[in-house]
C-alpha cells in the first residue's frame, strides 16, 4: 500500500518576533550582489587613492556606504566568517583587517567595555578619565541617530550593548538608574524614606523622588523602575508605590499609602484629624486615620 503524502508545515509568519524572543542567533545567507557592489567600490577608491583607509562614514557617489561595508569584512574576519576567497580578494588589495582607531567598529569594541563597568552607555558630559572620549563619541552618535544620519545597522548595533544609550529623557537620569539598580542588586544597600526628598539630589532619596513624581515620568521609565521593584523588593520602605498593583485590594492599600506618605510630607506626622480625605490627581480620595486603621489587613 502506498504511503500517503505527509503534509507540509506552513511557513512561519512570525519567525522574527520569535526568533528575538527566544534571543535565537540567526544567519543570512550570503548576499553576493551586496558582496560584488562592495568589492567594486573598494577597487574604485584604491584605483583612486591607492590605498583602502576608507573612513567609516564614507559613502560613494551612488549611495554604498562603503565604510560600513569595509567595517563589516573586518568583523566578519574577526569572527572567522569570511569565506577564503573574500579574504584573499581585499588582502590582495592591500586591507588592512584590524578595525582603525577612528572606526566605529573599533569605538564599538570599546564601549561594551565600558558598558560591563559601568552598566550603561548613559554617560553624560561629566564622564571621568578615559570615558570622556567614549563620551563624546556616543554624544556624536546621538545627534546623528536623532537627526537620521545614523544607519540603522549602527543603531541596531549600539542598541545590542545597551538599549536605552540613547534615551529619550536625561542621561543623568538613565545613569543613576543603572548605577542604583547595580547597588541595590550587588550590595545589602537599601534606600531609606526621605520625607524633604525634593530637596536632595543623593542616591539614597532617588526611589523617594521617584514615588513623589511619577507623574512626570516616561512610560519607559516607570516600566524601568517597576522592573527594579521586582529585582529587588526591599530596595525602598515603600517599594509597592514604585509597581502598579493588580488586585482590587492591592489597589486600596497603594492609594492609602500615597495618601499617607502625601499627608506625612506636607505636615510630618502621620497622625491627622479622622475627618481630613486625602485628595488624588486620579479625582479619588481616602481618609488617612480610617485607613490607617484598617491598614494592618491589608497586603503588603
Known sequence: MKARPQPLAPRPHRAGEVTRTLKLR???????AFWRDGLQAAQAFRTRHHHLNIPSEHVTSDGLAL???IGQQRSLYAAGALPADRIAALTSMGLSWPHPPESFEHHLAQITACAARHGTLALGKNAHGGDRRLAAWLETMRCRADTGRLAPARIAS???VDPFWNPPWSLRWQYTYAQIRRRLTTSTWRCTYHR??????????WLDRQITHMHLLDPQQKHLRAALARACPDAHPHSMLLTRPTGLRERAFNRGLRAARQYHQRHGTSTCPRTTPKRFSANRSTSGPGWLDGAGTAPR
Open 67 to 69: 565604510g560600513q561595508w
Open 158 to 160: 549600539l542598541n545590542a
Open 196 to 205: 524633604h526628598d525634593s530637596r536632595d539630589s543623593a542616591w539614597g532619596s
Open 26 to 32: 540567526t544567519h543570512k545567507a550570503p548576499n553576493k
